[in-house]
Antibody, heavy 117, light 106 residues
Framework: EVQLVESGGDLVQPGGSLRLSCVGSGFIFASFEMNWVRQAAGKGLEWVAHISGRSKTIYYSDSVKGRFTISRDNAKRSAYLQMNDLRAEDTALYYC??????????WGRGTLVVVSS | SSELTQDPAVSVALGQTVRITCQGDSLRSFFASWYQQKPGQAPVLVIYAENIRPSGIADRFSGSSSGNTASLTITGAQAEDEADYYCNSRSGSYVIFGGGTKLTVL
């Protein structure tokens, strides 16, 4: 059974940093691209970042480019999202999602990031 | 990046058929995927590559596409289908989501 478990969400002040983690199991982690998607309370889904299996291809949404960094460690079956210069508008539930070269076929349950003073 | 447009809300009588649409220029080049999200839960993929259902998804869910519009059809809607539905696709190096459609089953 495929499982994705996110962690690292927290309350952080504006301008602060946070690192999210996503651990995958039940599939060959290194063979799949991974994404981070966020959802503010009561709002829709917003794609944040994408990383290929060997980290050769990385993409970001315009809203986080230059502030967030996606990475992965296949030996640890983990993907990460380093978030710097956090803003109130970054407050959201952050999901990691396994990429089936197009569709996101499995999602974690999310980790909550709150940016507030 | 491009945009995907969905109707904010749609309703359907129990047992009837409903179509949820998603419009955007990226759909001329890339397949849409569809996700169901119930309150307090993570999204679940229900349709991809235009009309492929992942394992475990009921066969009352189907997809289609024409030009810049993708559609998700639920034939014989059930009470448990009440949820938010999102489409997404690639757009160059971006991934884009529609704004979501809240489906109410009456």
């Amino acid at each position: 059974e495929v499982q994705l478990v996110e962690s690292g969400g927290d309350l952080v002040q504006p301008g602060g940093s946070l690192r999210l983690s996503c651990v995958g199991s039940g599939f060959i982690f290194a063979s799949f691209e991974m994404n981070w998607v966020r959802q503010a309370a009561g709002k829709g889904l917003e794609w944040v970042a994408h990383i290929s299996g060997r980290s050769k291809t990385i993409y970001y949404s315009d809203s986080v480019k230059g502030r967030f960094t996606i990475s992965r460690d296949n030996a640890k079956r983990s993907a990460y999202l380093q978030m710097n210069d956090l803003r109130a508008e970054d407050t959201a539930l952050y999901y990691c999602a396994k990429d089936l070269r197009g569709p996101f076929d499995h999602w974690g349950r999310g980790t909550l990031v709150v940016v507030s003073s | 990046s491009s945009e995907l447009t969905q109707d904010p809300a749609v309703s359907v009588a129990l047992g009837q058929t409903v179509r949820i649409t998603c419009q955007g220029d990226s759909l001329r080049s890339f397949f849409a995927s569809w996700y169901q999200q119930k309150p307090g839960q993570a999204p679940v993929l229900v349709i991809y590559a235009e009309n492929i259902r992942p394992s475990g998804i009921a066969d009352r869910f189907s997809g289609s596409s024409s030009g810049n519009t993708a559609s998700l059809t639920i034939t014989g809607a059930q009470a448990e289908d009440e949820a938010d539905y999102y489409c997404n696709s690639r757009s160059g190096s971006y991934v884009i989501f529609g704004g979501g459609t809240k489906l109410t089953v009456l």
